[in-house]
C-alpha cells in the first residue's frame, strides 16, 4: 500500500515568513525616519524614502496573492529561485534605503546579515554563497558611495550610538523571530514525519500479513486437491490402502501446520522459534517441509557459500515465496528439478530449474504485475505473492527459459532485511 502524503512546500513557508519580516521592518523604517527628522534634525529626502517603501509594499500585497489570494497561482510551487529573488529585491531595496541615510554609518547596516541568515536555512548552498557576495559587495559599495546625513553635531555621537542600539535591538528582534519560527517548524515536521513513519509502519505490517494470508489460503491448495483425489479414489476402492491413509494424515498434518503459522502470525512475522538459524539449516527445513508437501517431486538440492552460513530470523512469507516458486517448478515437470542456493555474508542466491515446456515471453514480461491464471505454465497467484514477498524485503525475481527446454527462477535476496539485530 503506497500512502502519498500532502506536506506543505518549505519554500513558501519561508516566503511567507519573509513577508512577515516586511510587515515589521516597513513601520519601522517610518519610525526610524520620524525619529530622525524630530530628534536627529537629520534632513533625509523623504519622498525617495517612501517611494522605496512603497515598492516593497506593492510587491509584498503582489507576493501575498500570488501564496494565498489567487488559487490559480498558490497551486505552483515556490521554488528556491523564486525565494532567492525575493531575498535579492530585499536587500537591493534595503541597500537604496542605507544609500540615502548614511551609507555604511547608518545604525541599521548591521541588518545586511539578516536575508543572509535566512538564506543560510532556506536555501542551499550555492544561493547561501551568492548571498554573501551580494551582501558583501553592497556593504562594501556604501563604504565609498552614500548621502551623508546632515544633522546638529552637539549630540551627534551620543545619537549615533542610541541609532546603533536601536539597530541592533531590531535586527536581533527579528533575527530572534525568524529563528523562532525556523525551529518551531522543524520541530513539527519531524513529529509529521515519525507519524508518517509510525503509519507506514503499520500499513506494511498489514501488508505483510495480508500477503502472508494470501499465501496460506494458496498453499492449503496442494494438500486440499491431494486429500480429494485420495479420497476419490479410496471410494471406488474396495480394500482401503493404508498407504492412502498414511498419505491423507500427512496432508491434514500439514493444513494444520499453515494454519497455525498463520494464526501465529497476527503477533508478528519473524519465526517464532526462540532464536535465529543459519542460513543453510533454514534451506534445508524449508525443503523438508516442501517435500512433504510434494513427496511426488523429484528435486536435487546443491548449496554453497561461506562457513559458517550468516543466520538469519526468516520472514513467514518467505517461507511461502519460495514454496510457491518450488511448487511451480514442481508443476511444470515433477521430474529433474535442481535447486541451487548460494549465499554470503550480504546475499541470498537461489534458482529453481525445471525441464517443463517453458515459459511464454509475454507471461514472463507480466510475472509479477499481474496475477497469471494459465496453470497449465505452472503460474498464478502464488508467483504473484512471491514477487510481492521479495520486494517487500527489497530483493527482486528473475525468470527466463533455459538453453535446453525448461525455465529458471531466481530469487535475488539481501539478507539485511532478515539479519538477527
Known sequence: MDTRYSLPSENAINLQRLLWMRLIVLPGVLLALWVARAYMHAELPVTTVLVVLTIMAVISVATQF??????????LPVSKVELFAQLVLDVTLFTILLYLSGGSTNPFAPAYLLPLAMTVVALP???????FALTASCYTFLLYYFVPLPMAHAHGFEMHVWGMWAGFMFSAGLFATFATRVAATVRARDKMIADMREQQARQDKVVALGTLAAGAAHELGTPLSTMAV?????????????????????????CKTILATL????GGLRAESGGSEAVDGYINRLMEQWRELRPDAKAELIMFGETPAPHIMADRTLDQAIINVLNNAAD?????????VGWDKNVMDIKVLDRGPGLAQELVDAAGKIILSTKQEGLGVGLYLSYTTLERLGGEIRMYNRE??????QLHLPLTALKVD
Do not use: F
Request: net charge negative; with cysteine; proline share 2%.
Open 332 to 340: 511444470a515437470s515433477i521430474d529433474d528439478i535442481v535447486i541451487e
Open 125 to 131: 548552498g550555492i544561493y547561501v554563497w551568492a548571498m
Open 66 to 75: 500570488r501564496l494565498r489570494w489567487l488559487p490559480s497561482l498558490a497551486q
Open 404 to 409: 535446453h527446454g525448461g525455465a529458471c527462477c
Open 263 to 266: 494464526s501465529a502470525s497476527a
Open 230 to 254: 485420495l479420497l476419490k479414489e479410496m471410494q471406488s476402492d474396495e480394500v482401503i490402502d493404508k498407504n492412502n491413509i498414511s498419505t491423507l494424515q500427512s496432508q491434514l498434518g500439514r
